[in-house]
């Protein structure tokens, strides 16, 4: 089976990925700040995509088959509350951290002797105007033009997509749903009714990653409840 590289894979949708390339078969390596619960089979190395420099290279896999960016931010205020650096800090984390892991397993991506993939994470308020978005929706942004940059440039050898989730029952997201009330609320916002669980957004992960979604790269998939539409 294949070998996966999960930045951020400790945790939230990026834990839930793990246990699922875990039951495939699949060899699976971790990038995060802390192990915490995962499994002894996982390959884990500390890593932390906002204060450390780029990976060292005794951390990056000789082959891989595929990578799965997965750090994320939310912060919701109003635009006049937001300082420069909360925009800085929401670009280091979503856009330049990808970047630095990307450029470091770039080579054992191209070894990989099939198609290699890569999948990274935006939002659906990029394309649905949301207010007190506008930290994470700009970073996001720029997530989703690099998704269809790289595609371009990376095929036919890569194929990179990305997923452009709504709210998440994720440690990230806890705050907003921390009460029944707060769930329900944000729930209904939704043409489901409800909001995503990791694992449902980790399935369409695994999906890009795989040989099924073969004909498929450049694409910001929307995993919304129906909210972008």
Known sequence: MANYLIVGGSSGIGRALVDQLLAAGHSITVWARERRDLPGTVTFHAYDVTADEDPAKDIIPAELAGLA????????????????????????????????????????????????SVVLFSTVAVQRGMPFHAGVA??????????????AEYA?????????????????????????????ASAERHPLKRIAEPQEIAAMAAFLLSDHAAFMTGQIVGMDGGLGA
Request: proline content about 8%; glycine content about 6%; aromatic content about 6%.
């Open 69 to 116: 960016y997965c750090p994320g931010s939310i912060e919701l205020k109003s635009f006049r509350s937001l300082r420069p650096a909360a925009f800085r800090e929401a670009f280091e984390l979503n856009v330049v951290g990808a970047v630095r892991c990307l450029q470091a397993v770039e080579r054992p991506l191209k070894q990989y002797p099939g198609q290699a």
């Open 138 to 151: 700009a970073a996001k942004g720029a997530v989703e033009g690099l998704t269809r940059s790289l595609a």
């Open 156 to 184: 036919p050898a890569i194929r990179v997509n990305a997923i452009a989730p709504s709210l998440t029952a994720t440690p990230l997201a806890e705050k907003l749903i921390a009460t029944d009330e707060k769930r329900q």
